[in-house]
């Protein structure tokens, strides 16, 4: 019986979400939103990295959410990213329940400004 109660408790520590350590884009945004992205949810292949990035608004957004978690690829030799994964979430910090989800990695790559938040992530991890 004491077995069956600490394997349980083991479970709970391991399936409990770690907290995530976001990394604030200091850029120039759109009023009322704001961008963040994880580190250390960064996955590497090669030329290819993976990141989760966290958009939030202050306003209610079109399906009710007012943030969205996105995993991200980036091709860091050819300076470009597709969205792999999208959730919807109701609160700012996406720690909540997630309200809408789309998953199908995009077969389209696209390109990204000097200025753009793209462009601020990848020269954080696309170094070798």
């Known amino acids: 019986m004491m077995m069956k ?4 408790l083991f479970l709970l520590f391991v ?3 770690a907290q995530a350590k976001w990394i604030k884009l200091d850029m120039t945004a759109k009023q009322g939103e704001t961008h963040h992205f994880e580190p250390e949810t960064m996955q590497k292949n090669d030329q ?3 990141i989760w990035v966290l958009s939030s608004y ?14 991200y690829e980036f091709d ?3 300076h470009k990213a597709r969205s792999l994964t999208m959730l919807l ?3 700012k910090e996406a720690t909540g329940r997630v309200i809408g989800a789309h998953h199908e990695e995009s077969r389209d790559w696209f390109g990204f ?7 601020h992530i990848a020269e954080t991890i696309c170094f070798d």
């Open 15 to 17: 399936v409990m979400p």
């Open 89 to 91: 979430c109701p609160d």
């Open 113 to 119: 400004s000097a200025n753009s938040m793209f462009r």
């Open 5 to 8: 109660y600490l394997t349980v």
């Open 58 to 71: 202050d306003e209610k957004q079109k399906g009710g959410h007012h943030a969205v978690k996105t995993l």
């Open 48 to 50: 290819f990295r993976k």
């Open 76 to 78: 860091c030799a050819h």
